[in-house]
C-alpha cells in the first residue's frame, strides 16, 4: 500500500468474546520499556446459569514505550486472543462482507455497502511514522464486519477509517476453536503494506449485534454465567492475550473476572 504525503491508510483492532463483569480494571505487563494492556467489559452484567443470553462486550488495550522517545515504540505484528468457552459467536443468517467491498472505502461508504454485515465498533490510535518526518498520531474509527469463511475457519474484518489524514485500513481476524478453558482463539497478522508506517498504540472495540434469523431472534454474541450450584457468583479465567512484536518480544496478559447469575 502506498503512502502518499498527508494520505495514509490506517487501522487496527483486537477482538473478544466472553463472561466478564460491567466495570474492570485494565491488567498489564511489561518488558523494558514496553508495557502493554488488556482490558473488558460486558452489558448486562448479570446472565443466566446455564442458556447463553446476549451480550455486548467490549475490549481494549494500550502500548507504550516508556523511555519518552515517540520513535523507540516497537510495531505490534500479531495478536492473538484466547478466550473462554462461555463466549460463544453465532453467525448463521447474518450477511456477510468481503475485504473488496470495504477497502479503500470511508466509513459512511463501507457502511453502505455492508450495514446488513456489521458487529461491532471502536476506536483505534496509531503512531505513523514516515521518513520524510517526525512521527505523529491519527485516531480512527472502527467497524467491524461479520466475514466469510475462509479454509474453514469464520473470519472477522476490521475497518477503522480516519478523516484527518483521510484513509481506511482492514484487518482480518480469524476465529477458530479449541478444546480446554478458552474454547475461542481470535487471531490477526498486521499487513506487510502496513508495516512500513503503522504503529499501534490503543484499541477499544464493543461487539454487539442482534437479529432474527429461522423466526427467532438471534445475537452474534452471548454469554452465560456459570456459577456452582448454590452461588450466584462466580470467579473464573476470562482471556489471555498475547501481543508479538517486530523486536522480536512477546507479551502475554490473562484476565479473571467474576459473572453474577441472573437466575
Known amino acids: 500500500m502506498a503512502v502518499r504525503a498527508g494520505r ?35 452489558r448486562p452484567s448479570r446472565l443466566p446459569r446455564k442458556t447463553p443470553a446476549p451480550v ?17 515504540l ?38 453502505r455497502v455492508c450495514g446488513g454485515a456489521i458487529v461491532g465498533s471502536g476506536h483505534v490510535r496509531l503512531q505513523v511514522r514516515i521518513p520524510t518526518q517526525p512521527p505523529f498520531q491519527v485516531n480512527a474509527k472502527l467497524l467491524a464486519f461479520n466475514g466469510p469463511r475462509s479454509h474453514g475457519r469464520k473470519l472477522i474484518l476490521a475497518q477503522a477509517y480516519a478523516r484527518t489524514p483521510p484513509g ?37 472495540m464493543t461487539l454487539h449485534r442482534t437479529y432474527t434469523y429461522g423466526g427467532r431472534r438471534r445475537s452474534y454474541v452471548s454469554a452465560a454465567c456459570s456459577a456452582p450450584p448454590g452461588f450466584d457468583t462466580a470467579l473464573f479465567p476470562l482471556a489471555r492475550a498475547t501481543y508479538t512484536f517486530g523486536n522480536g518480544q512477546v507479551l502475554s496478559i490473562p484476565l479473571a473476572r467474576t459473572c453474577r447469575v441472573s437466575e
Not at 12 to 34: H, K, S
Not at 57 to 71: H, I, K, P, T
Open 8 to 42: 495514509i491508510l490506517i487501522s487496527a483492532v483486537v477482538l473478544l468474546l466472553c463472561v466478564t463483569a460491567p466495570v474492570v480494571f485494565a491488567e498489564t505487563n511489561q518488558e523494558g520499556d514496553l508495557r502493554v494492556s488488556f482490558d473488558s467489559g460486558l
Open 56 to 72: 455486548a462486550v467490549r475490549v481494549a488495550g494500550n502500548f507504550e514505550d516508556l523511555s519518552g522517545d515517540a520513535a523507540t
Open 74 to 111: 516497537p510495531q505490534l505484528r500479531r495478536i492473538v486472543v484466547a478466550i473462554n468457552r462461555q463466549g460463544r459467536l453465532f453467525d448463521r443468517g447474518l450477511p456477510t462482507c468481503d475485504v473488496a467491498a470495504i477497502q479503500p472505502a470511508s466509513e459512511a461508504a463501507a457502511a
Open 168 to 204: 481506511a485500513f482492514v484487518l482480518e481476524f480469524r476465529v477458530s476453536r479449541r478444546k480446554g478453558v478458552f474454547g475461542t482463539v481470535i487471531s490477526t497478522t498486521l499487513p506487510r503494506a502496513a508495516r512500513r508506517w503503522a504503529y499501534l498504540t490503543h484499541f477499544d
